[in-house]
């Protein structure tokens, strides 16, 4: 055991090394692997407690020279000793294991319908992307994710060997009825929807995350106009009988747009002087512009709090007035930028229905 | 050999015991080392000197009375020790 722990090669170098190895013997020195060289060599292993022992029988008569160092213990001293090369490993096997935990790549199967940069979008969504720590990812909630965005998948696995995830889907086929796609009432998440301009306005930014663009920018678009559709039409990679033409989706994205608002502000013509009882109609006097400006100012801060969503801004501000009897009509254009995008459920098959029934 | 024989033959801790074969030679009870050389190697048990002879001798333990020598054998002779006139070889 000693000897594969740290066994020493020696060299004994001396006249009459018999006579050593003898007393070596009779010490109970283990002396192995002893082999001839010439009359005054001898090649030998020793174990280093041994050699210490056998330089003191040897005394002056004999030369031992430790040729090298071999076994477990020996090599794991060496490395400890290191501590550089110490370093360098665990540097190593942190790299090594912190990169296991990581994701490499996404392979999605199954899917027909719905695009396979759809699928890995709203796997994004859910955070699950080239490079996300693994032990974080919620299995569940991307399951459920993906179920809420593509009503028309009937089963989703998301699983992972090693550092690779594979979602695997299965999409329901092309002839849903109309119940199956629409939204049943206990879960009206799972539902298809378009994006429509809730205001009349000129788009200024727009930007789908899901769905198909149908206006763009500089566009002047109606108030209810689809301006992310929710209905996707596809070309068929394959040539199969049955494959779906289009999908569905719930749209999702962004539309900023500069919508111009009318407004008629009315404000009293002349203030109070600060003159006596006997002369009220004298004090009296016209306001002056600053004043005017400073009222309807006031007023448009005012109705903006009351009418404008929190993130709309006020681009352009133009003041008209027109000076009546007694009162100041201040006619305001106002440009405001603000999102205009409304989520509007898709009725699958209500055109048609109506338009038959017609 | 009968079990008595056998069994002085054990223990009887002064004659050589040898195990040999062409490439390995084990002799047992060995009290000192009395020569090695390149092609021979004489050890002292307690009757007898043994001197095994051949080439390549590699002594791969020496322990405890026990010396285990690998390399072409060629012959091992015996000696008295107290007096020579008589040995015997194999």
């Given at each position: 055991m000693n000897f594969s722990a740290h066994r020493v090669q020696i060299k004994i170098?001396?006249?009459?090394?018999?006579?050593?190895?003898?007393?070596a013997m009779k010490c109970g020195l283990d002396l192995r692997s002893i082999k001839m060289i010439s009359e005054i060599e001898v090649l030998?292993?020793?174990?280093?407690?041994?050699?210490?022992?056998?330089k003191k029988a040897a005394g002056a008569l004999y030369k031992i020279t430790e040729i090298?160092?071999?076994?477990?213990?020996?090599?794991?001293?060496?490395?400890?000793?290191?501590?550089?090369?110490?370093?360098?490993?665990?540097?190593?096997?942190?790299?090594?294991?912190?990169?296991?935990?990581?994701v490499k790549t996404i392979e999605v199967n199954g899917y027909k319908g719905i695009p396979e940069t759809e699928l890995r979008q709203c796997l994004a969504e859910s955070g699950i992307r080239e490079g996300t720590y693994i032990p974080k990812i919620d299995w569940a909630e991307a399951e459920s994710h993906i179920y809420d965005v593509f009503p028309q998948i009937t089963w989703v696995q998301l699983v992972y060997e090693g550092r690779k995830i594979f979602l695997n889907i299965s999409e329901s086929g092309n002839n849903l009825s109309t119940e199956e796609l629409l939204p049943s009432s206990a879960s009206k998440d799972r539902s298809y929807s378009n994006i429509v301009a809730?205001?009349?306005?000129?788009?200024?930014?727009?930007?789908?995350?899901?769905?198909?663009?149908?206006?763009?920018?500089g566009d002047y678009v109606e108030k209810g106009q689809v301006l992310i559709s929710g209905y996707v039409p596809i070309q068929a990679t394959v040539f199969e009988e049955g494959w779906p033409t289009e999908y569905f989706v719930k749209s999702k994205g962004e539309i900023w747009a500069r919508v111009p608002y009318r407004?008629?502000?009315?404000?009293?013509?002349?203030v109070k002087g600060s003159g006596t009882k006997?002369?009220?109609?004298?004090?009296?006097?016209?306001?002056?512009?600053?004043?005017?400006k400073e009222k309807v100012n006031q007023q448009i801060r005012q109705w903006a709090k009351e009418k404008l969503p929190e993130n709309a801004q006020i681009l352009n501000k133009d003041l008209n007035f027109s000076y009546k009897e007694n009162i100041i009509e201040v006619s305001?254009?106002?440009?405001?930028?603000?999102?205009?995008?409304?989520?509007q459920e898709i009725l699958i098959g209500q055109e048609n229905s109506d338009s038959s029934g017609d | 050999m009968n079990l008595i024989e056998e069994m002085a033959y054990d223990l009887d801790f002064k004659e050589p015991k040898i195990i040999v074969s062409e490439k390995l030679c084990v002799i047992e009870n060995v009290d000192a080392i009395v020569m090695i050389g390149e092609n021979s190697l004489t050890v002292e048990t307690g009757k007898k000197y043994v001197t095994v002879k051949g080439s390549g001798f590699v002594i791969k333990e020496i322990f405890e009375g026990r010396l285990l020598i690998e390399g072409t054998i060629q012959g091992i002779e015996f000696?008295?020790?107290?007096?020579?006139?008589?040995?015997?070889?194999?």
């Open positions: 170098e001396g006249f009459r090394i018999d006579r050593l190895l003898d007393k030998c292993w020793v174990t280093p407690d041994d050699l210490k022992k056998l090298s160092h071999y076994g477990v213990e020996y090599r794991i001293k060496k490395f400890l000793k290191a501590p550089i090369k110490i370093i360098g490993v665990i540097l190593v096997l942190a790299l090594v294991i912190s990169q296991s935990f990581f809730n205001r009349s306005g000129y788009i200024e930014t727009i930007s789908a995350y899901r769905g198909m663009i149908l206006a763009e920018k407004l008629t502000f009315n404000q009293e013509r002349y006997e002369n009220i109609v004298e004090n009296k006097h016209e306001k002056s512009e600053k004043q005017i305001v254009t106002l440009e405001v930028r603000l999102q205009i995008g409304e989520e | 000696f008295r020790t107290q007096s020579a006139d008589k040995n015997r070889r194999i």
